[in-house]
């Protein structure tokens, strides 16, 4: 399969090659040793993870330094102000492990542009017969949030992309961000978004406090 990419991109390596996500009927040793051979081949050079949980990217990495393989020191988890879920233990993970996070879904399926409308999807977006989308962020308590998070823009002069792009590249731990666009003009927006600066303090606070709301009362289970 990896033969048949180079060949389409007219390249003879991969800066960067993701595993998409766990293949739970394949042992993680055999995997990594795939991912090696086409290491020493010359045809990969930075193995990553994406949708891969916390202890499954330390797992890789042990295993890695174990086998002396290099190691996936990349990864690619979902996150935005709506899915903020990374922040208690992957995060930090990342940082003490020196694995570097590119983020994707950055505007939550488009969720976070506050175009869509709860009672039916906007024709010919990603929530459009998409039952994947549908499922991770169709729910009332998200319309709430983007309500309010629509608020908090108004009040600091942006726009809802400026806000959930500013907030995710000058107030979290992470390294990149993802855009995904259906047209021209959207990543143009996106990019033009991305250059606004910081968010002023009180939007921060009131981005944490939507997402408190969200995430509900249920303790953390470590300290």
């Not at 949030?145 to 959930?164: H, Q, T, Y």
Request: charged share 25%; glycine share 6%; with cysteine.
């Amino acid at each position: 399969a990896i033969d048949e990419s180079l060949q389409r991109l007219g390249t003879d390596y991969l800066d960067i090659y993701y595993l998409h996500q766990p293949d739970y009927e394949v042992p993680i040793e055999e995997t990594l040793e795939t991912m090696d051979e086409l290491v020493r081949g010359g045809k990969v050079r930075y193995p990553a993870s994406s949708n891969y949980s916390g202890w499954q990217v330390v797992q890789m990495l042990c295993v890695a330094e174990k086998n002396s393989y290099r190691p996936a020191t990349i990864t690619q988890p979902m996150y935005n102000l709506l899915a903020r879920g990374i922040e208690q233990e992957y995060l930090p993970m990342c940082e003490e492990f020196g694995v570097s996070t590119v983020v994707y879904n950055p505007l939550a399926g488009g969720l976070l542009t506050g175009k869509q409308k709860r009672e039916a999807p906007q024709p010919g977006t990603r929530f459009d017969k998409n039952q994947m989308y549908l499922d991770r962020y169709w729910h009332p308590a998200y319309f709430d949030a983007v309500d309010e998070l629509r608020g908090i823009a108004e009040k600091a002069g942006r726009s809802m992309v400026s806000l959930a792009l500013s907030w995710l590249l000058n107030h979290t731990r992470i390294d990149c961000v993802i855009l995904g666009a259906s047209r021209v003009e959207h990543l143009e927006d996106n990019l033009k978004a991305m250059q606004d600066g910081p968010l002023p303090a009180d939007a921060v606070a009131a981005c944490d406090q939507v997402w408190q709301t969200l995430r509900g009362v249920t303790p953390q289970y470590n300290r």
